[in-house]
């Protein structure tokens, strides 16, 4: 197995952990357990939804994403700027106050994700006329949502759309253009994406659809907003001209963008992790008709909504209409892009069954026959005391070997409780002075070491540091 | 070694918006299992429709699912109506549901000819008055 394939950019800091509940309960797949007072994400479960980034009262979930001293290590950058980061600042009306001063701030280039975006909406509308028999197709931008179906919805797999993200025809186009206006070597020119979430960071290191992706590095919107605010000139007859999208491409950074560049009526656009995945149940349990595309965001209010933004979703979104209320529909076609050789997947997504609970079917049933009588001994409150987010996930973790039934506070509390009992029983029968039978004695023994054993892993957390760092 | 499990799941019948939670719940089950996508997909169809046409006509009932190494065999019975024409009620778009299911989007009359579709094995026992059993199976 490719050691890369579950590779995640949320990071957790371990001494900001309190070992709280908050993340295991907010994790839509239950990727998060807390053990010894820690959090510990498991790689194969996280769909970098960043959701416990937001979710963290005590700021112990990281982001992971690149600074932006990584330009220093190529000899020519090219920055890759999401449309949501022009998203993030308050009355812009022209997209070239921003991409000039990311020149200023020290790329080279740029090339705009949103126009890239209106090549992949329009290979999209030339896929879906041309296998219109297949449809509803599943957006494939948000690289959570192909994360997600890849885990728990291989009924699904195969309507994803098979056309590569718009960062990614961005980066292609990018590095080809830089390759032929530079005449350097491929590994001096940096395409550096300015993303507004750490999905694609992972994305970058490990894209699904394709082998390598082109983006060499992924910023953050949050880092590089503030270092544009003194670049930014107002007046406009002082900026090169740059911008090269439309009203589709820039559209991408709101929930509903990717579907409304369609121009398909029989869409279905959803956003925020908790909506996504009502729809995709929805949709594999073929409850859902007449559909031709779903658009799927994990944030809330699309692109703009991503952790590694700054400002609030709903208001980025209404300022992503403003900037392009006056720009045509669409400025990029793909006849005018050579240099694009290929905007479809070159692999296929394989459905990575990361939630069977064993190694065969068989081996399964006899396990979930042992989860299903370990839940019932639960009581069924989910209160997360354990670790894990419900009783059944403490059942499943038992059963794969992950933890044990005293690790249920109920659990435990009942087996001290029935320990206790029999002593008193054992001791009320004999009164100071008078002498325990041999098998009392035996008894009185047995009982109180089971009690010491249990009171023993009581809350006490085991020595630290025997358990491998989370990084 | 061969081991069967059996899961049971009550069917509220007057809760159209919960309809559908025995089925979702089982489809996890089976992805848990590791079974064949269009295995699951089979069962979560059928389930699903025939625990619909409970909460439509019978007021709920009950759910049985068992699988075993080779099969999965779901028995859902009810205390309803019971079907009087069983020919008719298989036909793709005969309906008896009231007007104000066929409103919410249910009563296509599609849901005993999708349960026959889906699965590999159906088996109808009804009585007039008395309830509906219906055994279905997809084989594995």
């Not at chain 1, 280039?109 to 509803?136: C, G, M, Q």
């Not at chain 1, 403003?322 to 990029?332: A, D, E, G, I």
């Not at chain 1, 206790?420 to 100071?432: N, V």
Request: charged share 25%; hydrophobic share 40%; net charge negative.
């Amino acid at each position: 197995m490719n050691t890369n394939k579950f590779i995640r950019s949320v990071r957790l800091k371990e001494s900001a952990c309190r070992g709280c509940i908050n993340c295991i309960k907010h994790c839509p797949t239950q990727a998060i357990r807390v053990h010894n007072g820690k959090a510990h994400i498991i790689d194969r479960f996280c769909i970098d939804c960043g959701r416990c980034i937001s979710y963290c009262p005590h700021h112990a979930k990281i982001p992971v994403y690149d600074p932006l001293s990584v330009i220093n290590n190529f000899k020519y950058t090219v920055a890759l700027p999401a449309p949501s980061l022009y998203a993030q600042y308050n009355n812009l009306t022209n997209a070239d106050i921003v991409l000039n001063a990311l020149l200023k701030l020290g790329f080279d280039d740029v090339y705009e994700v949103s126009a890239a975006a209106e090549l992949v909406s329009e290979a999209t509308r030339e896929y879906i006329k041309a296998h219109a028999e297949e449809a509803p197709f599943i957006s494939s931008a948000c690289p959570s949502v192909v994360r997600l179906i890849r885990v728990k919805f291989p009924s699904l797999v195969s309507r994803l759309l098979p056309i590569k993200a718009p960062v990614e025809v961005a980066a292609e186009i990018a590095r080809a253009r830089a390759l032929e206006k530079t005449g350097l070597k491929l590994e001096e020119i940096g395409i550096i994406f300015i993303s507004p979430c750490p999905s694609k960071v992972s994305y970058a290191k490990a894209p699904l659809g394709i082998e390598k992706s082109s983006i060499d590095n992924v910023v953050a919107i949050k880092d590089v907003y503030p270092l544009l605010l003194p670049h930014m000139k107002h007046d406009e007859s002082q900026l090169e001209p740059l911008s090269a999208s439309g009203r589709i491409g820039i559209g991408w950074s709101n929930a509903g963008g990717e579907a409304g560049g369609l121009l398909v009526d029989n869409y279905l656009a959803a956003d925020g992790i908790v909506n996504i995945l009502q729809v995709l149940e929805e949709l594999e349990d073929e409850k859902l008709h007449g559909l031709t595309f779903v658009e799927l965001n994990t944030c809330s209010g699309g692109c703009v909504g991503g952790t590694l933004t700054v400002e609030n979703a709903y208001i980025a979104a209404a300022k992503t209409k403003r900037l392009v209320r006056y720009q045509p529909v669409s400025k990029n076609h793909l006849a005018d892009n050579p240099e694009l050789t290929n905007i479809c997947w070159a692999d296929n997504v394989e459905y990575e069954p990361v939630f069977r609970l064993g190694n065969t079917f068989r081996e399964s049933l006899q396990m979930m026959g042992k989860v299903e009588e370990l839940t019932a001994r639960f009581p069924g409150l989910d209160c997360g005391s354990c670790g894990a987010p419900t009783c059944q996930t403490l059942a499943e973790d038992i059963v794969r070997g992950d933890a044990t039934e005293n690790d249920c506070i109920y659990v435990l509390r009942a087996n001290i409780a029935d320990l206790s009992r029999k002593i008193g029983h054992l001791t009320d029968s004999s009164g100071p002075g008078t002498s325990l039978s041999e098998e009392e004695d035996r008894l009185l023994h047995r009982y109180i070491k089971e009690l010491t054993t249990e009171l023993a892993s009581f809350g006490v957390p085991e020595t630290p540091g025997k358990e491998e760092p989370v990084s | 070694m061969s081991q069967a499990l059996t899961f049971r799941y009550e069917i509220d019948g007057d809760d159209f918006t919960r309809a559908g939670e025995a089925s979702s719940s089982m489809k996890n089950k089976l992805k848990q299992l590791g079974l064949d996508s269009d295995v699951i997909r089979k069962v979560a169809i059928a389930m699903y429709e025939g625990e619909i046409n409970m909460v439509i006509h019978a007021d709920g009932g009950k759910i049985t699912v068992t699988v075993s190494d080779t099969e999965i065999t779901m028995v859902l019975s009810d205390t309803g109506p019971g079907i009087p024409d069983v020919e008719k009620a298989m036909q793709e778009g005969y309906s008896t549901a009231r007007a104000e299911v066929r409103s919410l989007g249910f009563g296509a009359g599609m849901g005993l000819p999708n349960m026959k579709k889906y699965t590999d094995e159906m088996q109808i026992d009804t009585t007039v008055g008395r309830g509906t059993t219906i055994t279905m199976k997809v084989y594995i």
